[in-house]
Each structure stands twice: as C-alpha cells, then as structure tokens.
C-alpha cells in the first residue's frame, strides 16, 4: 500500500462549482499536511498546509485533516478556470524528518 | 528574480550519454532537494542535501549523482542515460525551524528530460 493515496481524476466542473479533493495515507507518524497546486508546465506551489487534524481556511480554500480516519481534503467554494490545475496532497511526519511524501495528484479543469 | 532556478528546461538526447541538470536557490535556504515527475504526475524524492551534506538518499540508480558546491546550489549528474530516465526532474529548497517540523518546499519550474 502507497503511503499516500489520491484519486488521479482527472475532475471536471463547471465554474463556481464546489470542489472536494482528497487524500488517505497510511503512516500514523504524519503530523504535517500540505496541498501543492501545479500548473501545466510549472512546479509545484504551496497552497496550504496544517498541523495535526482540524480544518483550516485560505479564501475559497479549506484544508481539512481527519487523523482518525488518516483522510486530508481540500475544498474551493466558488471555483474559478484559473483553479484549473493540478492538486498535489503532501504529508510528513514530526521532527527533523526532511522528507515529505507526495501523493499523485488530481488534475482539476474548471469549465467556464 | 527567480527563487529557484534551474537548467536547462528542456533537454533531449540520446540512450547512453550523460548529462547534468544544475540547480540554484536565492532564498537563504539550508536544504535543497531533487524530485523526479514521472508521466502521471506522481513526484518522488531522489536526494536532498542539507548545508552540503547528503541527507536522503532514495532508493536511486548510482547512474544519479547529485553534488552540491554549497548550501545555495545542487546539481544533478546522470551517467548512461536510460528511456526510462524520462522525466521532469525538480529541484526545490526549504528551511527548516527546528522545533517547528514544518517543512515547506520551493520549487523549481523543472527541467524536462527526454531519453531517445
């Protein structure tokens, strides 16, 4: 089993439309939880991240963690085009670890 | 001005050769990393060096050897270029606050890797 699972979409939705990305993983030592979004052509950016379970709130972007459960989501109310990207989940556990582990992605089109 | 940079972005060549892709930061970063994209998408750790010191090493071919000059630079080095090398390979840098574990990365814009 993959430490960090996502549905690789790809997700289509019409503008305005609200979107629910998600991720599980496996490694209870996880504590730290990020949302990367990559463009076509482009590295990947930090949109968000959190510490332990709770939601967290950016705008249109809500990042929520269910340690219970080892389940991230990232929700966008409102979507727009330029949201059209795709969505990175990344995890790592406490402490001096340097290492973040990625989950595959979720392409992510918002239709106009 | 570009935080981290790399080159080239594109590079194209043939089974067997070796190549290098270079890599700097101008964030004051102490830790530089390099990941590899395959074609769905899915970014994987190689190395990453922390104020010049190796600190992860993936289960990588010894045909990758990274090398880093100082904390602001990693380079990647690829002997014997196989198809399957084919990739965006990223570089990014982060620092990180001790007692914090937080650990957020700054990506490169990739170089892209076609083994023909």
């Known amino acids: 089993q993959k430490e960090v699972e996502q549905d690789p979409g790809p997700l289509s939705v019409p503008e305005g439309a609200i979107v629910s990305l998600n991720c599980t993983y496996s490694?209870?030592?996880?504590?730290?939880f990020m949302w990367y979004r990559q463009y076509s052509r482009k590295g990947p950016e930090l949109l968000m991240y959190?510490?332990?379970?709770g939601n967290k709130e950016d705008g249109r972007f809500t990042a929520q963690v269910d340690k219970s459960s080892k389940y991230i989501s990232l929700f966008i109310r409102d979507s727009q085009p330029s949201d059209s990207a795709t969505y990175l989940c990344a995890t790592k556990s406490g402490g001096s670890n340097y290492k973040l582990t990625f989950g595959k992605g979720t392409l992510l089109t918002v239709n106009p | 001005d570009t935080a981290v940079s790399q080159t080239p972005k594109y590079l194209v060549t043939q089974m067997g050769n070796d190549k290098s892709i270079k890599c700097e930061q101008n964030?004051?970063?102490?830790?530089m990393y390099w990941y590899k994209q395959d074609s769905k998408k899915f970014l994987k750790i190689m190395f990453s060096?922390?104020?010049?010191?190796l600190i992860i090493n993936e289960t990588v071919p010894n045909r990758f050897s990274p090398k880093s000059p100082d904390k602001a630079h990693l380079n990647l080095h690829i002997n014997s270029l196989e198809l399957g090398d084919s990739a965006v390979y990223f570089c990014?840098?982060?620092?990180?606050?001790w007692g914090s574990g937080a650990n957020v990365l700054t990506f490169g814009a990739g170089s892209r890797l076609t083994v023909l």
């Open positions: 964030l004051g970063h102490d830790t």
């Open positions: 060096y922390n104020n010049k010191e």
């Open positions: 990014a840098s982060s620092q990180v606050r």
């Open positions: 959190t510490y332990s379970s």
């Open positions: 490694n209870s030592a996880f504590q730290y």
